[in-house]
């Protein structure tokens, strides 16, 4: 059966979990938000995922500013400034005793509304700031044996529409893509952009090697990636030409290696896509080359987030 690159070993220490939910830590159980929710009656708002290393969440900075950016163009007020929300994460990773092996899933809404409605301003008071923390890692079976990709009819559509910049509560487009692909005995679904282009996946982004080479789509049509942004970064930084274009299903289908990208489980190679196997089916050479330079990135990030709580 085809696994998600998001499925996970169940952890029983989730069961005892506390939940941040508006300035409080619940239980599992008790950790509940109004049916009025804004979030529950129309998906108002914007959420991140964080992956927590050595006691802090890698790459806080950068999820920081993609939530407040997509908070403001959406006309939200989260109610925290950066500050406030970051003590918020460390209270509730404090909390749980959580330091490795965790991840975060931090989700605002505009809040509790007086009937349900889509106008914004009938919401009766503050946004809704839930953080759910969980031990949770990737399958290692899903990282060895790499994603089996499915090309979806679902397209990632114009910003005109729905921008594809917000991560906003609201994903019906990717997951009637992530249906097709399942339905369809895959693990992600790959989507395409209005013009035919490859865009992206579902729940990842996706990257093809040619002859050395790294390439993603423009970023046109998909979220602007933390980790997408990183692994463009370790190339740079490691001298692979990475490149940033338009490309088609038959540059995809001739391509040497795959590979998808994702805060929970990092750098993760794609063994086939529409019944057309990579090399052997195996990681590639350039894949396992690009997971251990993600790691020491990943590491260095942490360190510096220590280096600096050590000073202030």
Known sequence: MAQSIHEFADDPRNRDIRIYVNGEMKPRAEAVVSV???????????????RVVDGHPAFLDAHLDRLYEGAKAIAMDIGLDRAGLTRAIYATLAANGMRDGVHLRLMVTRGVKRTPYQDPRVVVGPATIVIIPEFKNPLPATVERGLKLFTVHVRRGYPDVQDNKLNSHSKLNCITACIQAYTAGADEGLMLDPHGFVATCNSTHFFIVRKGEVWTSTGQYCLGGI???NVLAV???AGIPA?????????????DEAFCTGTFAGVVSVRE???RVFGDGRRGPMVER????????????????KAQDATT
Not at 36 to 50: C, K, P, Q, T, Y
Not at 291 to 297: K, P
């Open 36 to 50: 009025f929710d804004s979030g529950f009656v129309l998906g108002d708002g914007v959420w991140e995922g964080l």
């Open 227 to 229: 980790t997408r942004a």
């Open 235 to 237: 190339c740079r930084e």
């Open 243 to 255: 490149f940033e274009k338009s490309f088609s299903l038959t540059d995809v289908y001739g391509a």
């Open 273 to 275: 896509v529409d019944g």
């Open 290 to 305: 690009l997971q251990a330079l993600y790691r020491d990135w990943i590491a260095r990030d942490v360190a510096a987030r």
